[in-house]
């Protein structure tokens, strides 16, 4: 199977690296995840430590695919792993893929890392692959993760009914959002200027 997204591939910012997801990252991810508040509107808890294996273990096996690829989200200032993204649902005959998966330790929720991982996966997919379309689904209920995907440019498109099963075997609607390949230069100004006003602001 062709793979749209070369294994190596790594992404460059001015905060944060995205490197791509190895076994010798799970160590350090899985401290991070300890922390309960992260995942308040997954649909599993990563803070269990098998949960977090699994659901790792399943994503480099789906890398391998080509259907996903993770990455971790290594700052650059504390220098340690702060966080995970990745692509999601690639389709490369549609020229399509969804950014999801994304989270971060609470101590850099509300700061420029968002914006950053956003910008550098955004840029990535439009400029380097080409795509026309970026999706990005979330929790119908967590509004701030609805307002972060609002504030980095995505247009709302409806909820997705019962979209996913939670661990815990309840119903999950999504909110779904997308961006596509000829809202991004205007899109792309907007999140420049928004990473500007939260490097400023930390300052």
């Avoid at 308040?40 to 269990?48: A, Q």
Wanted: glycine share 4%; net charge positive; hydrophobic share 40%.
């Amino acid at each position: 199977m062709a793979h749209w997204i070369d294994p190596r591939t790594k992404l460059t910012g001015h905060c944060v690296d995205l490197l791509p997801l190895t076994q010798n990252h799970f160590v350090e991810l899985e401290v991070v995840a300890h922390d309960k508040r992260i995942w308040e509107h997954y649909v599993y808890d990563g803070s269990n430590a098998d949960t977090f294996k699994n659901i790792f273990n399943s994503a480099l096996i789906d890398k391998e695919k080509g259907n996903q690829f993770p990455f971790v989200i290594f700052h650059k200032q504390v220098q340690r792993i702060i966080g995970s993204t990745r692509f999601l649902d690639i389709q490369l005959k549609h020229k399509k893929l969804e950014i999801g998966s994304t989270w971060i330790h609470p101590d850099y929720w509300a700061t420029e890392v968002n914006f950053e991982c956003k910008l550098l996966l955004l840029e990535f997919c439009f400029h380097n692959l080409k795509a026309v379309r970026v999706q990005l689904k979330t929790d119908e209920n967590n509004l701030r993760s609805r307002r972060a995907i609002e504030k980095i440019g995505g247009r709302f498109e409806g909820i997705i009914r019962h979209d996913m099963i939670r661990d815990n075997q309840t119903k999950r609607n999504s909110a779904c959002y997308s961006i596509i390949d000829d809202e991004w230069s205007k899109v792309k100004l907007k999140l420049i200027a928004r990473l500007e006003e939260k490097r400023v602001a930390r300052k």
